[in-house]
Every structure is written in C-alpha cells, then in structure tokens.
Nanobody, 119 residues
Framework: QVQLVESGGGLVQPGGSLRLACTAS????????????VGWYRQAPGKQRELVAR???????NYADSVKGRFTISRDNAKSTVYLQMNSLKPEDTAVYYC?????????WGQGTQVTVSS
C-alpha cells in the first residue's frame, strides 16, 4: 500500500518560512512517481480543502492566487519527494496541508501536517 509521509509543518511567526516535504513509500516506484502529477492542498478550520500548488506532468505549475510569489512547489523524483517552500507566511496560511500524488492509476493523499502562522 502506498503511503505519503509529510513533514515540516509547525508554528511560525508571520513573515517566516517553512518547507514541507512529502515522501512516497517504496511501494510506489520512482519511475511511477516521476510520471505523476503532484500537489499540495490545505484545509483551514470550517473551510473546504483548497488547492495550494500543483506540479503537472509537463513540469508546469499551478498556484492559488493567494500564494503566488510566496510559495514554490518542487520535486525530487530520485527521492520520490515533493516539496512546498513557503515564504512570507501570513496568519491566513494557517491550515492542515496535504500532499496529493496522482499516478496514471490511483490517487494518493498524505495524512496532513499542521501549519500555524501566529505571533
């Protein structure tokens, strides 16, 4: 069974930075991972889950308007890992962040990592 393990969340002051990482378990081949669409979503209390950033199979990217210029999504296919670099964090970025890997077959979700931006 494929597992996505997220890390890097935590408490940070406004204006600070965090880097989230999401690593796929060995049950997904790196060749499969490299052909997958990968993305980060977030869900704040009382709100629906929303797309934050997505890295498509052709290496193009999509970002939510609210994070453009502040967040960067990237991947390391050799490590089957997707990253989200978050800079200039704002209190409204507070949420549980989930990674998503969409292979040519199934789609997988991580368990979520909490990001709290507060002074």
């Amino acid at each position: 069974q494929v597992q996505l393990v997220e890390s890097g969340g935590g408490l940070v002051q406004p204006g600070g930075s965090l880097r989230l990482a999401c690593t796929a378990s060995r049950s997904i081949a790196s060749s499969t991972f490299s052909r997958s669409l990968v993305g980060w979503y977030r869900q704040a209390p009382g709100k629906q889950r929303e797309l934050v950033a997505r890295l498509l199979r052709d290496s193009s990217t999509n970002y939510a308007d609210s994070v453009k210029g502040r967040f960067t999504i990237s991947r390391d296919n050799a490590k089957s890992t997707v990253y989200l670099q978050m800079n200039s964090l704002k209190p409204e970025d507070t949420a549980v962040y989930y990674c998503n890997v969409v292979t040519l077959g199934p789609s997988y979700w991580g368990q979520g990592t909490q990001v709290t931006v507060s002074s």
